[in-house]
Nanobody
Framework: QVQLVESGGGLVQPGGSLRLSCAASGFTFSRYAMSWYRQAPGKERELVATITSVGIITNYEARFTISRDNGKNTVYLQMNSLKPEDTAVYYC???????????WGQGTQVTVSS
């Protein structure tokens, strides 16, 4: 059974930091590209960052850093200098470019507010 379980979300003040984690199970994690998406209220889901199976990173938000630990089957998103506009549900996404198999996590809420 495939699972992607996000954690680390919560309420943080503007300028603060959070580190999100996504623990994967049920598939060969090291062979999948992993991404973080976010969806703010009333907006479409948007891609935040991707790290491929060989560690190539694409960041769409300079204040955030994606990383992965294949030994722990976990992908992380370090978020710094958070702003109110970063408020959203953050989702973990896994995709195999070889087979096309893809999976979503259930999301974790991040709220940036004073």
């Amino acid at each position: 059974q495939v699972q992607l379980v996000e954690s680390g979300g919560g309420l943080v003040q503007p300028g603060g930091s959070l580190r999100l984690s996504c623990a994967a199970s049920g598939f060969t994690f090291s062979r999948y590209a992993m991404s973080w998406y976010r969806q703010a209220p009333g907006k479409e889901r948007e891609l935040v960052a991707t790290i491929t199976s060989v560690g190539i990173i694409t960041n769409y938000e300079a204040r955030f850093t994606i990383s992965r630990d294949n030994g722990k089957n976990t992908v992380y998103l370090q978020m710094n200098s958070l702003k109110p506009e970063d408020t959203a549900v953050y989702y973990c996404y896994a995709v195999s470019f070889t087979t096309g198999a893809n999976y979503w996590g259930q999301g974790t809420q991040v709220t940036v507010s004073s």
